[in-house]
Nanobody, 124 residues
Framework: QLQLVESGGGLVQAGGSLRLSCAAS????????MAWFRQAPGKEREFVAVIEWSGGSTVYEDSVKGRFTISRDNAKNTVYLQMNSLKPEDTAVYYC?????????????????WGQGTQVTVSS
């Protein structure tokens, strides 16, 4: 059973940067497509980015393109989300998710494993 633990959230001013990490255990990490989602108060969980098992392909939600970068290190069983030029509207709880041998999907229902989330707050 794959277990995911996020870290790296915090409070940052608009225009600043944060790097989120998601450490996986209990499964063959390289068999999973890995994604980041976020959920702001009163809103539905939304897709942010996904990376395939090899790291060769990625997909981003339009509002984060050019600002966020998803990457993975299969030797360390970790996926990252580098977030630059942060905006107040990026404020949310960010979740790491895994999809076994999955394609680069953006539907949260297609991901079977989730972390507990890490809070990102961007002040204006």
């Amino acid at each position: 059973q794959l277990q995911l633990v996020e870290s790296g959230g915090g409070l940052v001013q608009a225009g600043g940067s944060l790097r989120l990490s998601c450490a996986a255990s209990g499964g063959m990490f390289s068999s999973y497509a890995m994604a980041w989602f976020r959920q702001a108060p009163g809103k539905e969980r939304e897709f942010v980015a996904v990376i395939e098992w090899s790291g060769g392909s990625t997909v981003y939600e339009d509002s984060v393109k050019g600002r966020f970068t998803i990457s993975r290190d299969n030797a360390k069983n970790t996926v990252y989300l580098q977030m630059n030029s942060l905006k107040p509207e990026d404020t949310a709880v960010y979740y790491c998710a895994a999809r076994y041998r999955g394609s680069l999907g953006s539907n949260p229902r297609s991901y079977g494993y989730w972390g507990q989330g890490t809070q990102v707050t961007v002040s204006s």
